[in-house]
């Protein structure tokens, strides 16, 4: 028998607010199309590392004791461009150039949660801050004011199913060193 999936999980970078509301003053200067699309809330704004998915309290709690025993370098991240996923219809930020510690946070978090039946995905890693979905023509270039982002935790989040969309809601929080 399959086990019950009690939760819709994943792993991320979660900005403070100081660098939600740089995200968002950025998102104004792409003067997207209002009555089409749909910017992520701020609340909503992270950077994925690993999307788990529906999973049991079981597995859940697997993954957080695995979660725990990463050990990585804290950072500074600094969003500079934007970009655009045509096929999920996503406009995002990201970073010209990642850090080699987020990386090495994401590599050896991945490492950590297969002890708990979980498989990264194989595609290379592409990190970024999704800010606006159901853009379904993309938007000019505009350069962005860099957004200085210095990460020292990554968090464990349930995505709860609300009328008005998704609300993510942090279960737990990780240090880094």
């Known amino acids: ?81 934007s970009g655009y996923f045509k096929k999920p219809q996503v406009l995002w930020f990201g970073s010209h150039t990642t850090p080699e510690a987020l990386h090495d946070l994401q590599g050896k978090l991945g490492q950590h949660l297969k002890t708990c039946a979980y498989t990264p995905e194989s595609r290379l890693y592409s990190p970024h801050v999704t800010v606006a979905r159901k853009i379904f023509v993309a938007p000019d270039t505009v350069s962005l004011q860099p957004i200085s982002w210095r990460v020292n935790h990554f968090v464990l989040v349930n995505s709860i199913s609300i009328p008005a969309g998704v609300r993510y809601e942090v279960v737990e929080s990780y240090p880094l060193e």
């Open 1 to 81: 028998m399959r086990p019950i999936k009690d939760v819709r999980i994943f792993f991320a970078l979660w900005p403070d607010d100081e660098v939600r509301l740089r995200i968002a003053e950025n998102l104004k200067l792409l003067k997207l199309d209002s009555n089409k699309s749909r910017p992520v809330t701020n609340p909503n704004l992270h950077m994925t590392l690993h999307f788990v998915g529906n999973t049991s309290f079981v597995e859940m709690n697997c993954l957080d004791r695995q979660a725990r025993l990463t050990r990585a370098e804290s950072f500074e991240l600094t969003l500079d461009y």
